[in-house]
């Protein structure tokens, strides 16, 4: 009977980055993302408002788009805040 070779499990890959830094990255790309999405739906609404409303002024396009980001740079900065505010109980809580 032939011997059988036990191979070593498969190691595990360790990723490059360390943790923190793999979801601070998280937290930076839904923030650019959010703000993106959310100053072209300000810009949105601007230009319908511009064409309905305004007589085709540009002021509605670029409140619309100012509103739109400062929301998302809003959020963004209370993403950041969460993480760093300690719990009630003392213990950490990560959120996504």
């Known amino acids: 009977m032939a011997d059988s070779v036990a191979t070593p499990p498969a190691s595990v890959i360790k990723p490059s980055r360390p943790m923190s830094e793999a979801l601070l990255n998280d937290k930076w790309d839904r923030c650019l993302s959010s703000m993106l999405i959310r100053s072209a739906i300000g810009g949105g609404f601007g ?47 990560l959120r996504p």
């Open 47 to 93: 230009i319908m408002f511009t064409f309905i409303l305004f007589r085709r002024r540009a002021w509605p396009v670029v409140l619309g788009t100012g509103i739109g980001l400062g929301r998302a740079i809003e959020e963004c900065d209370n993403s950041f805040k969460n993480a760093t505010a300690p719990s009630k109980d003392g213990l950490r809580v």
